[in-house]
């Protein structure tokens, strides 16, 4: 059996007795903070896949000096918005780009900046956190699902992962709105993650494959959560696009 190790300072109690002269008392000791980060980070259900991601191990690509500099500046954006957080001028962060840019990877490094420095922190797949929301309208679901949404409203810093990324309906479109608006209005922060394009973000709208004859506009993220919700989510949020980088998993495979 693993022995859990006692804090040699405080034997585990997170107290330290403090003592001077004829003076004693106690004080918080130092491992508290570092538990109260391992903690959160635990709560924060970062998937597996992304639990290291950092900005350390963010590689910019050797190939391609355009694309290099240009992730290079994301990068320095992102790592910006985590060091200045919450007095930075935007309380919110939204990356959109194609697959694979390191969108999801950059937003989790910086959500465990945050964690590091004591937020709470919570990370929520787009789709599985309708899907859960919707469960918990059906009485016979577990409470996980039934607190699903007050989670979204509620939580210190949400990241919302691949924003838009499922069918439209009325009610994906209120649900979205209101937990955008919610945070918004309440100042609450969002990190949020897109590969849909955004006229505004810079992107091409228009769909060259499809070149002969004429061509195809792209669903936008307009299209999937609603205008309301998008441009109260452009209000509070940074927005940086990725660069057409080569896809990391395709890079990585070479
Ligand atoms: N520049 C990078 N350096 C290191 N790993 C990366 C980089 N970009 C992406 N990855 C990794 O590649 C995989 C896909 O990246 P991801 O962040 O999921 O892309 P996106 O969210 O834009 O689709 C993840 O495992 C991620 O950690
Ligand atoms: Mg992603
Ligand atoms: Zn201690």
Redesign the pocket.
């Known amino acids: 059996m693993p022995t859990e190790t006692v804090c040699p300072n405080c034997g585990g109690s997170g107290w330290k007795i403090i003592e001077r002269a004829d003076l004693s008392g106690a004080e918080r000791c130092d491992c508290v903070f570092g538990e109260r980060a391992r903690r959160l980070e635990e709560n924060a259900a970062i998937p597996p ?2 639990r290291n ?1 950092s900005f350390d ?5 050797r190939d391609n000096p355009i694309a290099s500099r240009d ?1 290079a500046n994301v990068l320095l954006t992102v790592k910006a918005f985590s060091r200045e957080f919450p007095t930075g001028k935007h309380l919110g962060l939204l ?1 959109v ?12 490094a910086a959500l465990r900046i945050l964690i590091g420095r004591g937020f709470e922190g919570l990370f929520f797949d787009y789709q599985n956190l309708l899907d859960r929301i919707r469960a918990g309208y059906n009485q016979a679901s577990g409470s996980a699902d039934r607190e699903a949404y007050r989670f979204a409203l509620d939580t210190e810093v949400l990241l919302l ?2 924003l838009g990324a499922h069918r439209v309906t009325d009610w994906v479109e209120d649900t979205v709105t209101s937990i955008i608006t919610y945070r918004c209005n309440n100042k609450k922060p969002l990190i949020a ?1 897109t ?1 849909l394009p955004d006229p505004d973000a810079g992107s091409v709208m228009i769909d060259r494959s499809t070149a002969l004859g004429k061509p195809d506009y792209k669903t936008s993220l307009a299209d999937r959560i609603g205008s309301r919700a998008r441009s109260r989510l452009f209000e509070m949020c940074k927005v940086v696009r ?1 660069p057409l ?1 080569e ?3 395709l890079r ?1 495979s070479i």
Not at 57 to 61: C, D, Q, V
């Open positions: 896949l992304y991601a191990n963010f590689a910019l690509p992730l990356l780009g194609e697959p694979g840019t390191g969108k999801t990877h950059l937003a989790v992962d691949d993650t590969n990725m980088v896809d990391y998993r990585r």
